[in-house]
T-cell receptor
């Protein structure tokens, strides 16, 4: 995951506050994804992006919004954090390099952000 | 809802033994992938098998896919302590760009 960074890596916040998580890639891949990982649930898709300014909802999108203004950055925002959003958040990329052939294969994951909402 | 369900949820074996994990899924797929996650880290892709393939090998990994039973298995041969991790199957049903659907994972412990 050297080409994918997430910031912050850890965050503790209070209920009702806005939170933004950042995913940054240097791989120039087309597609970017946000997942959350919770005990007993595995990973669940929150939102994903086909390209700049082109995003769509995943399985558990309620309470989350995303933005992608540049190929390399994908932001996940919790407008008003709740305790149920305490989780580990992973960003992933796939799809091959922009301008090159499309690859529908593996996803490459970032190191994760551990978010605690008190 | 989870597409893939791994079995068993946890597995503990001795170093050198083979480890087998199973995954069942519910809907038609384009491909099925297996990922490994070490404690506190992100997921790492291990192997992908397409819906028209029945078996695939990569080093000490062997994956099978039975689309009629909607199931897959991951075999790790000659296990090592470094194989201790959680293993997830993930299915791709939407053509590749729509994200993956993950199972809950199998936690594998290799005892020295």
């Amino acid at each position: 995951d050297a080409g994918i960074t997430q910031s912050p890596r850890h965050k503790v916040t209070e209920t009702g506050t806005p939170v933004t998580l950042r995913c940054h890639q240097t791989e120039n891949h087309r597609y970017m994804y946000w997942y959350r990982q919770d005990p007993g649930h595995g990973l669940r898709l929150i939102h994903y992006s086909y390209g700049v300014k082109d995003t769509d909802k995943g399985e558990v999108s309620d309470g989350y919004s995303v933005s992608r203004s540049k190929t390399e950055d994908f932001l996940l925002t919790l407008e008003s954090a709740t305790s149920s959003q305490t989780s580990v958040y992973f960003c992933a990329i796939s799809g091959g390099v922009v301008g090159g052939p499309r690859f529908y294969n593996e996803q490459f994951f970032g190191p994760g952000t551990r978010l605690t909402v008190l | 809802s989870q597409q893939g369900e791994e079995d068993p949820q946890a597995l503990s074996i001795q170093e050198g033994e083979n480890a087998t994990m199973n995954c069942s899924y519910k809907t038609s797929i384009n491909n099925l992938q297996w990922y490994r996650q070490n404690s506190g880290r992100g997921l790492v892709h291990l192997i992908l098998i397409r819906s028209n393939e029945r078996e695939k090998h990569s080093g000490r990994l062997r994956v099978t896919l039975d689309t009629s039973k909607k199931s897959s298995s991951l075999l790790i041969t000659a296990s090592r302590a470094a194989d201790t991790a959680s293993y997830f199957c993930a299915t791709d049903a939407g053509g590749g760009a729509d994200g993956l659907t993950f199972g809950k994972g199998t936690h594998l412990i290799i005892q020295p």
